[in-house]
């Protein structure tokens, strides 16, 4: 971006006051942040500025803009059949769905990936940091291009401000599959119901495939299969909890009467729970915390994989039933 002997213009951007000389464009701005424009979204004055247009968009004085790409918020060894699963038309083998948050680095996050298996990770959508542009992303240590991203809108708490997410989210990266999660208060982390079933409806007409994160109640469940839900995740626990899955009944109902895939989202401590959820009949699990915090997030992301792969053989096998009274397992006849 070349220096302008005539005026300057003042922007706003992610919060912070920057000038730019006149005429200069919106990649021009991108590029003298240190950026590339095929890593980030801009939003310019609420409006998202396409990438493709964005050598042709020029700044004016005052204009606000938000630049954002993916935070923390390859090729995985065949299953050992063809149980595979399938969400808005793409089928993966790992029923085990990662998120990308509080992770001592980039680096462990992405070890944790690969010891899990997962082929969905969760990415927030954050603000570009513009005074160090040059800082880590996500990106380079999880390759989008191996490993499916789901944005997610972690932390809104109206539904607009979520459709607001995912719309910068799609143009960042083209991603139509998101996670869609509107949050009713901070201190228990439940979904306002009210306001994700309008953003729902909102993100489905745009042609969005959401999945979505909500309470475990089998009446909600279908109504956001209703409202163009492509997945339904209810909830075992608050989020961070690690209680495990609070209403194994509530959970089996929403897997009885759903019609798109059903994943326990929230609450998993340890591998037992993740076991509980697949033998309920759970399409898959998300989780975060139960990894990113355990001592040996490693060996805790393995033992996820197989907890997860243990409780869908358990599944498919078929339980027991379950008896008031002891059954023997040897015979009694022609005891000494």
């Known amino acids: ?44 004055n609420g409006e998202i500025a396409p990438r493709s247009t964005l050598g042709g968009v020029l700044l004016t004085d005052g204009d606000v803009l938000e630049i954002v790409h993916f935070v923390g918020g390859g090729d995985h060894p065949l299953a050992l059949d063809d149980d595979t699963w399938t969400v808005a038309g793409q089928t993966f083998r790992s029923r085990l769905i990662v998120g990308t948050g509080k992770y001592k680095d980039f680096a462990q996050n992405a070890a944790a990936v690969a010891a899990s298996g997962a082929e969905i990770v ?19 240590f999880i390759d989008p291009r191996k490993v499916t991203y789901l944005p997610n809108t972690a932390g809104c708490f109206t539904a607009d401000e979520a459709i607001r997410t995912l719309r910068l989210a799609r143009e960042a990266g083209g991603w139509e599959l998101v996670k869609l999660e509107v949050l009713g208060e901070a201190r228990t982390l439940y979904p306002d119901m009210r306001e994700t079933l309008k953003a729902t409806e ?6 969005f495939k959401p999945m979505v994160y909500c309470v475990d109640d089998p009446i909600a469940a279908k109504q956001l299969e209703a409202a163009g839900a492509v997945a339904v995740m209810p909830l075992g626990a608050p989020i961070g909890s690690g209680l495990g899955i609070q209403n194994r009944v509530t959970i089996r109902l929403i897997v009885e009467g759903a019609s798109v895939p059903v994943l326990v989202d929230a ?9 509980v959820a697949m033998e309920l009949g759970c399409d898959g699990v998300l989780m975060n915390t139960a990894i ?16 997860v792969e243990a409780g869908r053989e358990a599944y498919r096998s078929g339980r027991m039933g379950t008896r008031k009274y002891a059954d023997p397992s040897s015979p009694l006849a022609g005891l000494i």
């Open 267 to 275: 609450g998993v401590g340890t591998a037992s729970d993740a076991a």
């Open 292 to 307: 990113a915090e355990a001592k040996d997030p490693i060996r805790m992301a393995r033992a996820m994989k197989l907890a």
């Open 122 to 140: 969760t990415v927030a959508v954050r603000r570009v940091n513009v005074s160090d542009p040059k800082a880590p992303m996500l990106t380079d």
């Open 1 to 44: 971006m070349t220096t302008s002997a005539t005026t300057s213009l003042a922007l706003t951007v992610n919060g912070e006051l920057r000038r730019a000389p006149a005429g200069a464009t919106v990649a021009d701005l991108v590029r003298e942040l240190g950026l590339d424009t095929a890593k980030v979204a801009v939003e310019r």
């Open 202 to 207: 909102v993100l489905a007409h745009e042609g």
